[in-house]
């Protein structure tokens, strides 16, 4: 499941790789190590201490398999990235706000150019920061995906923020859009397979779905550098295979099992 695998109408995004372009993962780590992900570029780990401040440190490494699974999306769709682990997720899955929006700060000044975050939350405690965060990177050209749903999740439901859904019509190759929602696309849930592994037992939902439409984001930078999160979007909208009917919208959503956007923070 290497790039050429995927059907594009841009004959530019078909030859594309992401070459070179900074992804920064937000998640429970990467496994460098892991075959799908093959390498890394660099990491930090961002936790929040007992005094409530900020720390920084470098072991990202991935002890629960959540941010190496969804690499290993973003890896096999634009093997040509250059990719970075921040790690934020802690037990359960979760972190609060103020690290997440550290870690967008963090990237910012680390010169990504593509951010992955498979994860959300419905509290609205902590928002302003984070939004604060969001229009920070996208005000510098950072294209930010987040994993959405039915319901409002943030950060998928802010204006610059691409949001992703999981939809069983989505195959590997496959993208759709829904009009007038904060949550406009919608991906393949799940992970690349592991050998001697069903995949049933995998994990999936829309966080994987994040990964696959993070994939082709960095393919688009790759071939339109100065694209901005508008221009990006409309290129996303051209690549849809299908578009979904507002009323219709949640018929076919991914239930998405055990990763559920449920990485609360």
Not at 18 to 42: C, F, P, Q, T, Y
Not at 115 to 122: A, D, K, P, Q, V
Not at 254 to 259: H, R
Request: hydrophobic share 40%; glycine share 6%; proline share 3%.
């Amino acid at each position: 499941m290497m790039s050429s695998d995927l059907r594009l109408h841009d004959e530019a995004l078909q030859q594309a790789t992401g070459r070179n372009v900074k992804v920064a993962v937000i998640d429970s780590g990467i496994n460098a190590h892991h075959s799908h992900v093959e390498k890394l570029s660099g990491g930090v780990k961002i936790t929040c201490d007992a005094s409530g401040e900020i720390v920084f440190s470098d072991d990202y490494r991935d002890y629960d398999g959540h941010g190496t699974a969804v690499a290993g999306i973003i890896r096999a769709k634009a093997p040509g990235i250059a990719l970075y682990s921040v790690k934020i997720l802690q037990d359960r899955l979760r972190a609060e706000s103020r690290v997440l929006a550290a870690a967008i700060r963090s990237s910012i000044a680390n010169d990504i150019r593509v951010i992955n975050m498979s994860l959300g939350t419905h509290q609205i405690s902590g928002i302003d920061a984070l939004r604060q965060a969001c229009e920070a990177a996208a005000e510098r050209n950072i294209i930010l995906i987040a994993a959405g749903s039915e319901e409002r999740v943030f950060p998928a439901s802010f204006s610059c923020v691409l949001g992703a859904s999981g939809d069983e019509l989505c195959g590997w190759n496959d993208y759709a859009y829904t009009e007038n929602r904060e949550v406009e696309f919608r991906a393949h849930s799940w992970p690349r397979p592991l050998p001697g592994s069903p995949q049933r037992h995998n994990l999936r939902g829309h966080s994987m779905a994040a990964a696959h439409v993070s994939a082709l984001v960095a393919r688009i930078v790759e071939v339109y550098p100065r694209s901005d999160v508008n221009t990006v979007r409309e290129a996303l909208i051209r690549e849809c295979t299908r578009r979904v009917d507002v009323e219709d919208d949640a018929l076919n959503l991914d239930p998405a099992g055990k990763n559920r956007v449920s990485h609360e923070f």
